[in-house]
């Protein structure tokens, strides 16, 4: 699996627009990016994934330059509850049957 | 959408006792169940895998005779943490896949409290 690097941590305060970007140098070719959010004390929760180019949900937006070695999580706009940790996973897009393997992720402080 | 149901959400246990933690798939099977742990500030780390019907595959430093699986139907797996010890306390958290495209779904996660 892709190893993925990521801030640790990142401040905002609320109305911006945030960016965290992921590192995946050794990206391969079936690989997807999926990032995930997770609050204190709950799990993880699925926000977008994406192979190339840019994918937009009504959560976020994932950029993905052509080389894919790194992609940018956006979110436009936060809140004080967007306020979680960020994962960044890369792999192939299996049937599932493989644990995903979660980095040290981005832990995102949103001020008022 | 998926839906996991993990119970209980909290759970304070004498030390040397053993605690059994639920997850559910609600609204789809489960073919493969994940058991994750994770300590204050840190990220999820990998405990076990199940298929339904088979013996769970434990990753390595993991205890398979303390922390028993069992995932004896599509929509079960069960986690026991035997003769629990303090540094047993952690966040479980369970996901289930549907094996189709990307389907991973979490449980909200147990926090366990060995005392």
């Known amino acids: 699996l892709a190893k993925t690097t990521q801030p640790i941590s990142m401040d905002s305060y609320e109305g911006q627009e945030v960016n965290i970007t992921c590192s995946h140098n050794?990206?391969?070719?079936?690989?997807?990016i999926t990032w995930y959010q997770q609050f204190p004390s709950q799990g993880p929760r699925f926000i977008i994934q994406?192979?190339?180019t840019k994918v937009t949900n009504e959560v976020a937006s994932l950029f993905i330059p052509a080389d894919r070695k790194s992609s940018t999580l956006s979110l436009p706009r936060v809140s004080l509850s967007d306020t979680a940790v960020y994962y960044c996973l890369v792999g192939d897009r299996d049937t599932g049957r493989r644990a995903l393997t979660f980095g040290s992720g981005t832990r995102l402080q949103v001020q008022p | 959408g998926a839906v996991v149901s993990q119970h209980p959400s909290r759970v304070i246990c004498k030390s040397g006792t053993s605690v059994k933690i639920e997850c559910r798939s609600l609204?789809?099977?489960?073919?493969?169940m994940f058991w994750y742990r994770q300590f204050p500030k840190q990220s999820l780390m990998l405990m076990a895998t199940s298929n339904e019907g088979s013996k769970a595959t434990y990753e390595q430093g993991v205890e398979k005779d303390k922390f028993l699986i069992n995932h004896a139907s599509l929509t079960l797996s069960t986690l026991t943490v035997t003769s629990a010890h303090p540094e047993d306390s952690s966040f479980y958290i369970c996901?289930?896949?549907?094996?189709?495209?990307?389907?991973?779904?979490f449980g909200s996660g147990t926090r366990l409290t060995v005392v």
């Open positions: 994406g192979y190339k």
């Open positions: 050794n990206i391969a070719t079936n690989d997807y």
């Open positions: 996901s289930a896949s549907s094996g189709s495209d990307y389907g991973y779904t």
């Open positions: 609204d789809f099977q489960a073919t493969t």
